[in-house]
């Protein structure tokens, strides 16, 4: 879950293949559509909606609610992507060792390798990342991606 730039709350709903955004007067909207097995979306500065899909796959969610996948080169997305640098690019952990930023044209770079399934992510107020994980129950901080 998070939050887009209305205050939205970004409920990944996996029956109906939709990113629903909750009002906190409770009216609901359809944010995204046309996904599969999605598992977190993040609202980019301009708007636009990435989401990671544990089947495989980051979408891209831009001028109107229909997904399109721009990147499939990771085998298990988690369920929260994360900003790491406003307006450019997000980061997406996965069920492997890496956490990978993708750009909104889909490129992948791997920015932190050598972690035991990561699963959620933070960036902090100096701009470094926090990534936490399962296999080392732990937590690790990532310099200026």
Excluded: C
């Excluded at 080169?73 to 640098?85: A, N």
Aim: no cysteine; charged share 20%; proline share 6%.
């Amino acid at each position: 879950m998070s939050f887009d730039a209305r205050g939205r709350l970004l409920i990944a709903n996996r029956r109906t293949n939709q990113i629903l955004a909750a009002y906190p007067d409770g009216k609901i909207d359809v944010a995204a559509k046309g996904l599969q097995t999605h598992v977190g979306a993040v609202e980019l500065p301009n708007g636009d909606l990435l989401v990671s899909n544990i089947a495989g796959g980051i979408s891209l969610v831009s001028g109107g609610s229909r997904a399109r996948t721009i990147n499939s080169d990771l085998g298990s997305p988690g369920p929260g992507p994360g900003i790491v640098r406003a307006g450019t690019d997000a980061a997406f952990d996965y069920g492997g060792t890496t956490v990978n930023r993708i750009d909104r044209n889909g490129r992948r770079t791997v920015i932190a390798d050598g972690l035991s399934s990561p699963v959620d992510l933070a960036l902090a107020p100096d701009g470094s990342l926090t990534v936490a994980t399962w296999g080392a129950n732990a937590a690790f901080r990532i310099a200026r991606p």
